[in-house]
């Protein structure tokens, strides 16, 4: 279950990931953490093929990193209990 995952995804901010930077999928945005950081927000991550910068625009309009990944996102009962700070780094 998600809840005992600790770490902040860069994408879509809920404590979602296990470890950060080891390539794991965020199962609520599906971005593949490849170690991107908000300082690297317009840089292409070569794990997913566009910048964070996108991916968390995409995650805030349509809740996946990418649209084609929409379908593999968890759902909202699999998310309830998650812990999420947003961070203001949209525009």
Known sequence: MLHDQHNQCP?????????RGAHDICPVCYWEDDGTNLDGLNQVSSANHITLFEARQNFNTFGASDQAALSLVASAEQTAGL???????YH
């Open 11 to 19: 994408c879509c901010d809920y404590y979602s990931l296990a470890r």
């Open 83 to 89: 812990r999420r700070e947003q961070r203001a780094t």
